[in-house]
């Protein structure tokens, strides 16, 4: 699966101060956006043919860091990997973490509940609602902050996956191309554009390329 290279990660780079970031073509897409910011901001796309493990400025996700900590400690197999990510997540969430489960980023709480989330700092969680695909999520407003909608981030390249909604959804676009096939037919939004899909409906969900949006959902626990 190709690394995503988008706006959110040529800022990072500017916001740690890193000059380039490596993206190989044979497993990268750099997107239009991440191009123009790059050039903008003097930060080097470098899309030699060597591929390093990750983009080299590309913050890891701290609960995969710690879950990874702890299965070094484990026999083999004495854990589910995804039962221990779940306790990880669950002791940040209770010792004040700040991020909502299948993810992390930075927010801010107002004493009267309004919560501001800074888009360029999220990282993505794992949707595990398609396996096999690499397909990103974080929920970034959840039931948590006493909302009765929810809101997050999705991100993956080429990829599809069948999807069967029993809540109300819209998609805004920001990066790439989102692929909704309904009915017989596909509708392709591009950043910028509105998905609404009413609860109830059977589609597809994907890209030939690559694609990252925002969705909001109602009610809260779509994932319930």
Known sequence: MKTLISAATIRDCRDR??????????????????RDLA???????????VAPAAPTCAAADPVAQIRQRVSDRLAPG??????IEQLVRKAL???GGGAPPGGSCERKVADNGVVLVRGNTVRM????????????????ITGADQARMSAGYMAWDNAFFPWTLNYDEIDVVLEGELHIRAGGKTYIGKPGDVFFIPSGASIEFGTPSSVRFVYVTYPANWAG
């Open 17 to 34: 101060g890193d000059k380039s970031i490596s993206a190989p073509r044979a497993c990268s897409i750099v997107t239009p956006e991440a």
């Open 39 to 49: 050039a903008k901001w003097g930060i080097t796309i470098d899309q030699a043919a």
């Open 78 to 83: 004495a854990v589910d990997a995804g039962l």
């Open 93 to 95: 969430q209770d010792m």
């Open 125 to 140: 969680g794992s949707f595990d609602g398609a396996p096999g695909r690499n397909i990103g999520l974080t929920d970034v």
